[in-house]
């Protein structure tokens, strides 16, 4: 099946500072991505959807500034944590989609942020 | 609204069957997935159900009935390694997945 990695797979930063995580699709071009935040205990919440070339579509209550996300080519998506706080500790997961199959996402393996 | 219901978590005995049930009212509908996630990791795809009726994969099944807005996994021969939370999900009209709360499974030996 197709492959989705993340990086890092996990970091820790200090408060007020910015983490990058990458999202790629390995073995195809991946035309929308999406981001999750999962906290412990609770379900997947999406966050922002993404698609090649175009600005994201963020969900209701989360900031487009707080939370940048590039999706500059087909393989690739990045979503940056920016000023990070402690709140903002969680585990983040993208999945990615390819045009000829919109039924079907594909997740990576998730990142786990901690902020001190 | 959409709304994704299924039960916060569940204990069954190693060897036995589970069933895990999920109903859902969402804008559209799409197919609906099951995912097998274990702590600290990313959900696995498990199964999708767009048209009425049983899939059966290896230990795991998942039925759907679209008309009453249900689905159910069921898990046969329970290993330990089963422990986990299972999440249902629905593909609404953008072809976005609702997700519910995930149904956390206890194996017992």
């Known amino acids: 099946g197709a492959v989705v990695s993340q990086h890092p797979s996990r970091v820790i930063c200090k408060s007020g500072t910015s983490v990058k995580i990458e999202c790629r699709s390995l073995?195809?071009?991946?035309?929308?991505m999406f981001w999750y935040r999962q906290f412990p205990k609770q379900s997947l919440m999406l966050m922002a959807t993404?698609?090649?070339?175009?600005?994201?579509?963020?969900e209701q209550g989360v900031e487009k500034d707080k939370f940048l996300i590039n999706h500059a080519s087909l393989t690739l998506s990045t979503l940056t944590v920016t000023s990070a706080h402690p709140e903002d500790s969680s585990f983040y997961i993208c999945?990615?989609?390819?045009?000829?199959?919109?039924?079907?996402?594909?997740f990576g393996p998730g990142t786990r942020l901690l902020v001190l | 609204g959409q709304n994704i219901d299924q039960p916060t978590e569940m204990t069954a005995t190693e060897g036995a069957i589970v069933q895990i049930n999920c109903t859902y009212q969402?804008?559209?509908?799409?197919?609906l997935f099951w995912y097998q996630q274990h702590a600290g990791e990313a959900p696995t795809f498990l199964s999708y159900?767009?048209l009425d009726g049983l899939e059966e994969k290896g230990r795991f099944s998942s039925f759907l009935s679209r008309s009453k807005g249900y689905s159910y996994l069921l898990l046969k021969e329970l290993q330990m390694k089963d422990s986990a939370s299972y999440l249902c999900?629905?593909?609404?009209?953008?072809?976005?997945?609702?997700w519910g709360a995930g149904t956390k499974l206890i194996i017992k030996p």
């Open positions: 999945s990615a989609r390819s045009g000829d199959n919109q039924e079907t996402q594909y």
């Open positions: 073995d195809f071009q991946a035309t929308t």
């Open positions: 993404s698609n090649e070339g175009s600005k994201a579509t963020y």
């Open positions: 969402t804008s559209g509908f799409n197919g």
């Open positions: 159900n767009v």
């Open positions: 999900a629905v593909m609404d009209s953008n072809y976005q997945l609702i």
